[in-house]
Structures are given as C-alpha cells and as structure tokens.
C-alpha cells in the first residue's frame, strides 16, 4: 500500500476495479482545510481518463510494474506489433494502450510497461520527443511572420502537426510526443 506522498507521474494504482496510470497531479494546500491530491488518472484497460481527487495520508493500492524496451515494428489495422531488444520475443497491443500512436515511426524504440504479478501489458511510454520528416506543407507565403504564425503539416507518419511557416517539405521536426506539438527544427 502506497500513500498520497507517493503519487508521481507514471505510477500504476488499483482504482475502482482497474488499474490506472497517473499521467498528471498537484498536490494542493488550500490555506483552510486539509491538503488535498489532485490527479489525472487514464485507464490501462479503457483508454478513459478520468479525474479524481485523493486527501491527504489516503491509502492507495499501488501495482509493481516492471519495464521493457521494445521496438517497434508495424501496424496490423488497430493493432500495433513490437518486439522485445533482448529476447526478440514480438508481442501484439490495441492502438488505445498508444498515448500517440500517430507519431510512432517504425523501429521507434519504446519502453512497455507490464503488470509484475500476471506478466500482461499495461501501457506503452513513448520517448520524451520524436524526429519525423514532414512529407506535406503549404509553402509559406514570405511577410507574415509579425506574430507567431503556424501552418499545417503531415509528417512521415500521417500525423497532422501546426509548424511554424519556415517548415518546408522534406524538413526534419522534432516532435513533443506529450502534447504533439512541434518543439525545433532537427538539427542533422
């Protein structure tokens, strides 16, 4: 059993009947009342992301994990294929277990996180950023840059990405895969 102080990002807890990933909190202490723990939870079965509210010195069931690095593969429809760097085992997971699915390019190295007590895979961690080429752009019409102006993009992977009007076809971006956004320019 784990306890409010806990609570971090990316830890697993039994929750309702299921178990959840903790993708965002804040502990909070208002200056009357007792302090309080604010969360996101996303369930590892469902995909839902719910939120939920914990008070402080609360009890939370907490499940070990254990991490894997695997590659990625291929697409299969709504099925994702990866395969385990140390043993080659190839293991098959929905697209919904994806936080960015979109972005994943093939032979992206991901870490898997799996349930230490039935050997079944929960969620899958995506690196912090990814580098993708944009394949489709509007070119940028020269002059309009007085704010932060962004265009439409699609990279590599079909996904659609606002970038700023300098991005050209062919370029390399480097991708926040938290919030799907464009961070920089690749630098080659």
């Known amino acids: 059993m784990a306890n409010t102080s806990d609570i971090r ?3 697993c807890i039994r929750y309702n009947h299921d178990i959840f990933k903790i993708i965002e ?3 909070v202490k208002p200056g009357k009342g007792p302090a ?3 969360t996101k939870l996303k369930s590892v079965t469902t995909g839902k992301v719910i939120d939920n509210t ?3 010195g609360h009890k939370i069931e907490d499940v070990r994990v254990e991490t894997r690095t695997y590659q990625y593969l291929y697409p299969e429809g709504d099925t994702f294929h990866f395969m385990n760097t140390e043993d080659y085992n190839q293991i098959s997971l929905p697209k ?3 936080d960015a699915p979109d972005l994943l390019k093939e032979g992206e190295v991901v870490t898997i996180i799996f349930n230490a007590e039935d050997n079944s895979p929960l969620s899958v ?4 950023s990814v580098i993708l080429e944009v394949t489709h752009t509007e070119p940028g019409v020269k002059g309009n840059t007085a704010t932060n102006a ?11 990405i606002n970038v700023p009007l300098f991005i050209n076809e062919g370029d390399k971006i480097k991708i926040d895969t938290e919030k799907g956004a464009y961070l920089e320019r690749a630098k080659e």
């Open 125 to 128: 961690e995506m690196p912090a």
């Open 9 to 11: 990002k990316g830890l």
């Open 150 to 160: 962004t265009k439409p993009a699609t990279v590599e992977t079909g996904a659609r």
């Open 54 to 56: 914990f008070s402080a």
């Open 96 to 98: 919904d277990s994806l």
């Open 25 to 27: 909190f804040l502990h």
């Open 36 to 38: 309080f723990v604010r």
